[in-house]
């Protein structure tokens, strides 16, 4: 349906398509204006003059200078234009002119400007035009979640306003296919989302607030599929496009999976451009949306400059220069991640904010509480449904947080008992609260906050210290991915011996053979039965530095373990360094600790060893396994996906859902998680120089091809290579439950992943020859990761088979090893005394006053040593909110969009996948049955669920999303 627009009045002309084409997206002033309309080929000038006394609209024909010149009159154009003026519209009510009165009125226009015989050609076109029925489905912002920060503030949605004002939102169709006249892509006319305001009740569905809009549009019989649609949204609010589907002629129907904000268009640079679920390698590419093609790639990479706005849809890189915050306090200066060679890191979001005053290599990080510039799709949009039973887990977590971060740097409480520890879990915590805490604080006020159980603690309460839990956790815990099978005996560092002495641990068969069941040490080695959990390069580098610090003391720590014959894994020693002094030659100091004492106090040193080996673990785990791993360096790679492959890039609809939400996820964490003063820097051993501990193992460690689950498993020595068995490897450990799960789901995602390639590229050369693909490898390699663009481990993009490889390890990495890192951090570690973050104190020597403090009171010496009742709080909180599945979680096999592909070869692979899944999902639980696989549950009665495919909403320690979110 056409629209002229006047002021604020409205006509509407015939819906005729081509035979009266209004140029698209064109508004009317208040003041009389020309308009040019086409009949045909043919221009048609018309006048469109508000008549303010009745604030209708007068039509009027003007000749070819775009003047009227009053002197010619006829009838015929008295009557057009007494017509024009009768049928226009108030701007309170707008309504349709009768059919038959806008053909006279064409045939007036037409004859007057002497087209000749318009008539019968429009009526000729009439009737070679075919209607399509268009369906639009959106979530109105007035349906949009509202955080409780802002409920009872002057909440005002203009949607009725606007429409009541002619400001519509608007769209128009393009065609696959070019018009052989002009070259350009054939294009329908505009057309206007009508009742917007006025909306049936049956249009409306009230459990998930998605709004049905119903249009018909007449096109050229010739016009061809639609492949692309332009929309505008007049309206001052923004809204969620969920999806548009026109239905052809021929009964087919075309999909168009949106979900994506749209604001006003004045926000936008350029129009936006929604592509069918149809997709084409750039070469095949219809002649119709080359130019679209090509342009919303150039829209969605920017030039690199300004700063970002809300709306923004743009996607650019920057280093890690906004983690410390000088403007705050000059302690929170923190050196610049990536971009050189001390330093490098993986890149982030570009937000184009200023650099800092005081330190101008940093950028500044603006209001408190402001958001970080990230594209508008990739924040999370909630709807409010029906019956919704849980809340958003980030505003759960940011109203207990507040409190909880105002205490840090407040007045911390300590635990007088082990007992006290199980109190958050019994009766809550009360957290005080000043104005300053956030910006809805009531002075002084207090809030109550409870947890539920964590799982390792639900069965029994003193479980989790058994050394075979302790054991089973390095397997089947939250960082599963750090013990390695011990190789050579004795244990090597690989750090420079004349800054930290001696390379050979201090651990000797003496300290471990009383646990090898009558094995010796290197026999032990030949069989297999030996592990580490090696932190000590990680860490000693970076002891003295956190050891200057009044709050945190750390050693750098090795622990031994052992596989009894009934296949248990047991620890066996224990292994605590510091560096060499400086200014001696003094060696480092080593300390070897091992369990089974009989002496009290020694009793308690085991358990301040292994406090101090989880407190290591603890900052690998979120620093390395986690943020680093999972998130940080995914962020280039989600970039140079909407930077270099477009929407209708095959490889691009493979990847894009495996992309949700990491980014809002990511922008929160360099909010208030890695920052300078965040929470890992208040709760964790490493404090202010966690983040170097990131960037250092990145430096030394990280390699594209070693996220491969295979490849991990073969470095670490956990599997050898057997062509026999089904993975073509053999765990060393049978009962590694990550490992055996993990290998499952690898395989599925790579059979996915190959039928999918297999159905888009004819040869290994059409991989090669796709620019957007190799444009996109290459962006990733030598801009996102630039800082290692030149290390070993990058594979080349050259067929088939090396894509499909590629694309495993990204969706591995953003699915199931994420799952296995992030989901079980509230049941093991939110139980802080099972995983404390930090640790305070070094193990004291025997005849040292700490000694006989630990003699006359172990239990308070040990809680002196590890998180403070304040730490274990907001660690709780915090480990809750990233464990919990939000309502809109898309899990591994499942696609919330069920129009995503037009495909159905690759339907039917998918199909395959999904089953493939849910038979894992079977044989986990099978697992988890047979109690001979000791470590799936251990002492704690904990099954190990966290490659578990599915869950149910909210914190269920399973379930493995299709991207790393929350």
């Known amino acids: 349906m056409e629209r002229i627009v006047s002021g604020m009045s409205t006509r509407q002309l015939p819906s005729t398509g081509m035979a009266l084409k209004l140029n698209p997206f064109t508004r009317a002033a208040a003041a009389a204006e020309v308009r040019q309309f086409h009949f045909g080929r043919e221009p048609v000038h018309v006048r469109i003059i508000p008549e303010r006394r009745v604030g209708r609209a007068v039509v009027v024909a003007c000749d070819s200078s775009h003047t009227h010149k009053g002197g010619r009159s006829s009838s015929r154009r008295s009557r057009s234009l007494n017509q024009a003026t009768s049928a226009s519209v108030s701007a309170s009510r707008p309504q349709t002119v009768p059919a038959q009165m806008d053909v006279e009125l064409i045939n007036t226009l037409c004859e007057d400007h002497g087209i000749g015989n318009a008539l019968l050609d429009f009526q000729k076109r009439e009737s070679h035009l075919q209607e399509l029925k268009i369906s639009i489905e959106l979530c109105k912002k007035e349906y949009f979640v509202v955080p409780k920060a802002m409920v009872g503030s002057d909440l005002k949605f203009y949607d009725q306003e606007d429409e009541a004002l002619g400001k519509k939102v608007c769209f128009q169709l393009v065609s696959i296919e070019d018009d052989p006249e002009t070259g350009r892509p054939k294009q329908s006319s505009v057309v206007a989302i009508e009742r917007w305001a006025e909306v049936d009740p049956e249009d409306h569905c009230p459990s998930t607030n998605v709004t049905k809009f119903e249009v018909n549009l007449k096109v050229e019989s010739d016009f061809g599929t639609p492949g692309a649609l332009i929309l505008k949204n007049f309206h001052r609010d923004e809204f969620l496009l969920k999806a548009v589907s026109i239905k052809l002629p021929d009964k087919s129907t075309v999909h168009f999976p949106c979900d994506s904000c749209v604001y006003n268009t004045d926000q936008y640079a350029a129009d936006r451009v929604f592509f069918s679920n149809k997709v084409y390698l750039p070469q095949q590419t219809p002649a119709g949306l080359k130019l679209l093609r090509e342009q919303e790639l150039i829209n969605m990479r920017g030039d690199g400059t300004g700063l970002r706005k809300e709306a923004d849809r743009i996607y650019d890189y920057a280093e890690y220069n906004d983690l410390g915050d000088v403007e705050q306090h000059e302690s ?364 250092t193992w990145y430096k030394y460690m990280w390699r594209f091809d070693e996220q491969a689950l295979p490849v991990d498993l073969l470095k670490r020595g956990m599997a050898i290579p057997d062509s026999s068995k089904k993975h073509g490897m053999k765990l060393v450990i049978e009962d590694y439950p990550f490992a055996a799960d993990g290998l499952e789901l690898w395989a599925a995602i790579r059979t996915w992943l190959s039928d999918y390639v297999e159905v888009i590229y004819s040869d290994d050369d059409s991989v090669k020859q796709d620019e957007e693909l190799q444009r996109w490898w290459t962006e990733i390699r030598t801009v996102g990761h630039g800082d290692k663009k030149d290390a070993e481990g990058w594979p080349e993009l050259d067929s088939k088979e090396s894509l499909a490889h590629i694309l495993n390890i990204i969706v591995w990495t953003a699915s199931c090893h994420h799952a296995a890192v992030n989901f079980g951090q509230y049941e093991y570690a939110g139980f802080m005394p099972n995983h404390p973050t930090t640790t305070r104190r070094l193990i004291p020597t025997e005849g040292t006053p700490e000694f006989l403090e630990l003699q006359k009171d172990p239990e308070a010496f040990y809680l002196s040593t590890v998180s403070n009742e304040t730490q274990a709080t907001v660690i709780a909180i915090t480990t809750e909110a990233l464990s919990t599945h939000a309502n809109h979680e898309e899990y591994l096999g499942q696609r919330a969009t069920p129009n995503w592909t037009s495909d159905d070869k690759i339907l039917g692979a998918f199909n395959r996948f999904q089953k493939k899944i849910d038979e894992i999902e079977r044989l986990v639980v099978q697992r988890n049955q047979d109690k001979s696989l000791r470590h799936r549950r251990g002492p704690a009665q904990v099954p190990y669920e966290l490659l578990h495919p599915s869950s149910e909403p909210g914190l269920t320690g399973k379930g493995v999303p299709n991207s790393a979110s929350i």
């Open 332 to 695: 929170f200066k923190r050196p610049v991640l990536g971009g050189n060679d001390t330093f490098p890191y993986p890149r982030r979001m570009r937000t184009g904010r200023p650099l800092s005053e005081i330190d101008p290599v940093s950028e500044h990080r603006g209001e408190m509480y402001a958001k970080f510039y990230i594209p508008r799709d990739e924040r999370v949009t909630l709807v409010q449904t029906e019956g919704l039973e849980q809340e958003d887990a980030i505003e759960v977590a940011s109203r207990k947080m507040m409190p909880a971060l105002f205490a840090l740097y407040s007045t911390q409480v300590e635990y007088q008992s082990l007992d006290q520890a199980f109190d958050l879990f019994r009766t809550g915590v009360i957290l005080s609260t000043d104005s300053g805490c956030a910006p809805d604080c009531e002075a002084k006020a207090e809030t109550v906050v409870t947890f539920r159980r964590p799982k390792v603690i639900a069965a029994h309460d003193y479980a989790w210290m058994h050394d075979e839990e302790f054991a089973r956790q390095v397997l089947a815990g939250i960082n599963p991915v750090a013990i390695e099978r011990v190789r050579e005996f004795p244990l090597r560092s690989a750090l420079d011996t004349t800054t930290y002495g001696n390379s050979l641990s201090a651990i000797t068969g003496k300290h471990i053979e009383p646990f090898l069941e009558g094995f010796d040490v290197q026999t032990a080695v030949a069989e297999q039965k030996l592990f580490v959990l090696d932190y000590h390069d990680v860490f000693l580098p970076f002891v003295n530095k956190i050891n200057e610090s009044p709050t945190s003391k750390a050693y750098a720590t090795r622990t031994l373990f052992y596989t009894r014959n009934d296949g248990t894994l047991i620890p066996v020693a224990i292994e605590l360094s510091l560096p060499p002094c400086e200014g001696n030659n003094q060696s480092a100091m080593k300390l070897v600790v091992t369990p089974r004492s009989t002496d009290t106090a020694k009793k308690w040193t085991w358990e301040l060893a292994k406090a101090h080996v989880l407190a290591n673990d603890a900052g690998y785990h979120q620093l390395v396994s986690h943020w680093l791993r999972s998130h940080a360096v995914m962020e280039p790679v989600i970039i140079a996906t909407h930077r270099q492959l477009s929407p209708l890039h095959p490889i691009h609809q493979a990847l894009v859902h495996h992309f949700k939400d990491t980014l809002d996820i990511n922008a929160a964490a360099r909010k208030a998680l890695v920052n300078a003063g965040g929470i890992i820097e208040k709760c964790f051993t490493p404090h202010e120089i966690s983040m170097q501990i990131s960037s």
